[in-house]
């Protein structure tokens, strides 16, 4: 299971910083990622790390702005947000995948099996 907090409401310039507690065994053997959904679109892809936490990627829009870290001794991910803007305004999901320890990052919501209920991020002009 996955529980993600942290959300809330910013003005643009501003920093959050978002957490996503995985419990059961499973965890240290799942890549983790971040992705973000608008009313009436489609949830997209922002962040993601592996097993290891050595390789991040991230999407376009975000890039030199958000950071995303995880902590296996406390089974937790992490998204710092930097600098963000109105247009990072969404509901915040984090996921998990459990991958062999070569396995690539994937930016896919169809890649991903476990989800945490997301949490509402609405950044103000």
């Known amino acids: 299971q996955l529980q993600a907090s942290g959300g809330g409401l910013v003005q643009a310039g501003g920093s959050l910083r978002l957490s996503c507690a995985a419990s059961?065994?499973?965890?240290?053997?799942?890549?983790m990622a971040w992705f973000r959904q608008d009313p009436g679109k489609e949830r997209v892809f922002v962040a993601g790390?592996?097993?290891?936490?050595?390789?991040?990627q991230y999407a376009t829009s975000v890039k030199g702005r958000f950071t995303i870290s995880r902590d296996n001794s406390k089974n937790t991910v992490y998204l710092q947000m930097n600098s963000l803007k109105p247009e990072d305004t969404a509901a915040y999901y984090c996921?998990?995948?459990?991958?062999?320890?070569?396995?690539?990052?994937?930016?896919?919501?169809?890649?991903?099996?476990?989800w945490g209920q997301g949490t509402q991020v609405t950044v103000s002009s």
């Open positions: 996921a998990a995948k459990e991958v062999i320890l070569t396995a690539p990052l994937r930016t896919e919501v169809m890649d991903y099996d476990y």
């Open positions: 059961g065994r499973t965890a240290s053997r799942c890549s």
């Open positions: 790390i592996s097993r290891s936490g050595r390789s991040t």
